[in-house]
């Protein structure tokens, strides 16, 4: 949950045979999670119609983390204004009961963008650059050239520099940028593994298209998978 606690407070989960997903935007709009769990991660799914159920995350979360070794999770919901969360260990049971609640309508489908450039890390790489611009700036300038990735940030007397020839996969045609919110880039990499992969895709406005491209940065935690895009931060004169 610390994947989608960390943007989203509240969202609108969708339950139907092939799993459970959730599409919503932070508070303040400038990020996209698509989160998808299939069917397949439960040891029993069983689902009678498709349903979805506004929950409060951040409570949602503080439930699951009271969740011990060695314990089951039940996720139950009977058409009420509740939904049941039961852990269930050899001699104990414990149930919570979270609130349905009435969650404002967000995006119906992720954003459907083309990217011609990607980096691929491990989460622990991505997380120590992160740590290197927090000393720096609130916002990371990320460029991908041919088998080259560098990072940069600017203070007010101050800067750092990383690049990355090695450790990373890049793919890309050109020089393409973006600067980004650290904060949120923080939040957003914060669930992932640190020896998992990360996969970043930068995009370059068109000729078609003159509007700078959001970033979007993918992962894998277990059997789940996010998706997040940010908006770039646009410096004006």
Do not use: C, W
Not at 141 to 153: G, Q, S, T
Not at 182 to 211: H, M, S
């Amino acid at each position: 949950m610390d994947a989608i606690v960390n943007l989203i407070k509240e969202g609108s989960f969708e339950f139907d045979k092939d799993g459970v997903k959730l599409i919503a935007m932070d508070p303040s709009q400038i990020s996209m999670l698509v989160f998808n769990l299939p069917s397949s991660a439960f040891s029993k799914y069983d689902i009678s119609e498709k349903a979805k159920l506004g929950i409060n995350v951040e409570e949602f979360s503080k439930i699951m983390g009271r969740m011990r070794a060695k314990e089951r999770m039940i996720l139950k919901y009977d058409g009420s204004n509740k939904l049941d969360v039961i852990f269930i260990a050899e001699k104990n049971r414990r149930s919570f009961k979270i609130p349905i609640i009435d969650v404002t309508p967000g995006p119906s489908k992720a954003l459907q963008i083309e990217y011609n450039t990607y980096v691929k890390m491990k989460g622990g790489v991505f997380k120590d650059i992160l740590k290197d611009v927090a000393l720096i700036s609130p916002h990371v300038l990320l460029v991908a050239d041919v088998n080259r990735f560098k990072v940069e940030a600017t203070g007010d007397n101050s800067g750092v520099e990383i690049d990355y020839q090695g450790d990373v996969e890049v793919k890309s045609d050109s020089v393409v940028h973006g600067l980004f919110s650290r904060d949120y880039l923080d939040d957003i990499i914060k669930g992932a593994d640190d020896d998992g992969e990360v996969t970043i895709y930068l995009g370059a406005p068109t000729q078609t298209d003159r509007r700078p491209k959001p970033l979007k940065v993918e992962y894998m935690v277990g059997p789940a998978s996010f998706t997040y895009f940010l908006a770039p931060r646009i410096e004006t004169d």
